[in-house]
């Protein structure tokens, strides 16, 4: 009954590759977001959607491509992989309507780059 | 631009009250939340509070906030070995797809 679902918890790749992250949530929400946690634990937004449309696009390389197939889901595909991609990437989601925007998190992605 | 500060670093000893500091600059922020971050874990929403709410109680958290000087203020009671963490305090302007403006966070020590 997990909320905010990511895979894989762990990732472990060569520089120059291409590796993708899933996200899930079950709660029915409408808007997704993608964070980055560096080495020194400062959260940033990366992207977020909006019943399938980008309405944050941070300023990071066009490497990153986030791609939500449906409301539910909110996947990060990264080419060309580099040291500096090294951190903890968290997925959240929240209602995307009436009430408190409160953003629910997974349990992030720990990607490390050889 | 927005910027949230927090300390970094907090120790206290079981049993005793912990309170975590935050300062925040933008005034159009709606909602005030707190984040817990385990070792290894995720984040865990704590509590929040709106802007226009001095204070908020849930059971041994107390939230406190003072809109004047954009301060607000975690208090846990009865600190345990298990609240050892680090607490995120982030501003949020309430409208779907906007980000969260976290602080850095502050690690808490809990010793016994």
């Known amino acids: 009954d997990t909320a905010v679902s990511q895979t894989p918890k762990y990732l472990v790749t060569q520089m120059g590759n291409d590796k993708s992250i899933k996200c899930e949530q079950n709660?029915?929400?409408?808007?997704m977001y993608w964070y980055k946690q560096d080495s020194k634990k400062f959260l940033k937004i990366m992207f977020s959607?909006?019943?399938?449309?980008?309405?944050i696009n941070e300023t990071v390389p066009n490497r990153f491509s986030p791609k939500s197939p449906d409301k539910a889901h909110l996947n990060l595909h990264i080419n060309s992989l580099e040291l500096g991609d090294s951190a903890v990437y968290f997925c959240?989601?929240?209602?995307?309507?009436?009430?408190?925007?409160?953003?629910?998190f997974g349990p992030g992605t720990r990607l490390l780059v050889l | 631009g927005e910027d949230v500060e927090q300390s970094l670093f907090l120790s206290v000893r079981e049993g005793d009250s912990s309170v975590i500091n935050c300062t925040y600059t933008?005034?159009?922020?709606?909602?005030l939340y707190w984040y817990k971050q385990e070792p290894g874990a995720g984040l865990q929403l704590l509590t929040y509070?709106?802007?226009?709410?001095d204070m908020k109680q849930d059971q041994r958290l107390t939230v406190l906030l003072n809109k004047k000087d954009k301060h607000l203020s975690l208090r846990i009671a009865d600190t345990q070995t298990g609240d050892s963490a680090i607490y995120f305090c982030?501003?949020?302007?309430?409208?779907?797809?906007?980000?969260?403006?976290f602080g850095k966070g502050t690690t808490l020590s809990v010793s016994s």
């Open positions: 959240a989601s929240s209602r995307g309507g009436a009430g408190v925007e409160t953003q629910y």
């Open positions: 709660l029915g929400h409408d808007t």
């Open positions: 959607y909006n019943n399938k449309e980008l309405i």
């Open positions: 933008d005034s159009s922020s709606t909602y």
């Open positions: 509070i709106f802007s226009n709410m």
């Open positions: 982030a501003e949020g302007t309430n409208q779907a797809g906007t980000a969260l403006i």
